[in-house]
Nanobody, 120 residues
Framework: HVQLVESGGGSAQPGGSLRLSCTGS????????MGWYRQAPGKGREGLAS???????KYAVFVKGRFSISRDNTDNTLYLQMNSLKPEDTAMYYC???????????????WGQGTQVTVS
């Protein structure tokens, strides 16, 4: 049974930083591709960044240069370092995982419950 648990959300001022973490467990395949997504009220879920088992990353254009995704394969932990935060970054942030490299597609198999980020 795969579980993903996000942490590190909270409040930040514009221009500030937050670091999100996501701990995964129960994977049957080694080093799944993992990604970060967010959903603001009234909007669809959008992909932010992904990282595959080899550490190759993809970023949405609107976060490139501000957000950085990384992972620690020793304990299946995923990170999202968010800098230069803007009010429009306010959303629920989710991590996702899949044995296939889905990039920023929204069809990941496994999802966490989300952590709220508020920038104001």
């Amino acid at each position: 049974h795969v579980q993903l648990v996000e942490s590190g959300g909270g409040s930040a001022q514009p221009g500030g930083s937050l670091r999100l973490s996501c701990t995964g467990s129960g994977f049957t395949s080694t080093d799944p591709t993992m990604g970060w997504y967010r959903q603001a009220p009234g909007k669809g879920r959008e992909g932010l960044a992904s990282i595959d088992s080899n550490g190759r990353t993809k970023y949405a254009v609107f976060v490139k240069g501000r957000f950085s995704i990384s992972r620690d394969n020793t304990d299946n932990t995923l990170y999202l370092q968010m800098n230069s935060l803007k009010p429009e970054d306010t959303a629920m942030y989710y991590c996702a995982a899949d044995e296939y490299n889905l990039g920023l597609a929204r069809s990941y198999t496994y999802w966490g419950q989300g952590t709220q980020v508020t920038v104001s």
